[in-house]
């Protein structure tokens, strides 16, 4: 009879609630939880399109690179090509405008420059007493 009295004696079991902190802090890293799986998926679907540029271009042959060549007689340019104001690339022989029948226009060129460099100087008029 004394099991009896003692259980009794015991306090009744009560429902633990959780703490405010605890509800908050189990919602923030949810979110956490899930920011994290959208980053990661847009991650992988980044990295599976740049693959499948990858394996697209793999499969196209290289292409060899063409060698300079002067624009006027196709001669095959050596290490330093000779490049016009007509942003073409020319040999020894044809390098200068008067051989290559260049469409820049040097004179209007010219006289933009000219004009920049030297603005019309006014003097002030005189008042006349």
């Known amino acids: 009879m004394d099991d009896s009295s003692s259980i009794d004696s015991l306090p009744s079991p009560t429902?633990?609630?959780p703490k405010d902190n605890e509800?908050?802090?189990?919602?923030i890293t949810l979110q956490k939880c899930k920011i994290k799986n959208k980053i990661s998926q847009d991650i992988n679907k980044k990295?599976?399109?740049?693959?499948?540029?990858m394996v697209?271009?793999?499969?196209?042959?290289?292409k060899k690179k063409k060698k300079n060549r002067c624009s006027e007689c196709r001669k095959k340019l050596g290490i330093v090509p000779f490049e016009?104001?007509?942003?073409?690339?020319?040999?020894?022989?044809?390098r200068y405008a008067e051989d290559h029948n260049c469409s820049?226009?040097?004179?209007?060129a010219?006289?933009?420059?000219?004009?920049?460099?030297?603005p019309k100087v006014v003097a002030e008029k005189i008042i006349r007493i």
């Open 15 to 17: 429902r633990l609630e």
């Open 23 to 27: 509800i908050l802090n189990s919602s």
């Open 47 to 53: 990295i599976g399109a740049e693959l499948q540029k």
């Open 56 to 62: 697209k271009t793999s499969n196209v042959k290289t």
């Open 84 to 94: 016009c104001k007509c942003k073409l690339l020319y040999c020894n022989k044809h």
């Open 104 to 108: 820049y226009d040097y004179k209007a």
């Open 110 to 118: 010219y006289k933009k420059i000219f004009k920049k460099n030297n």
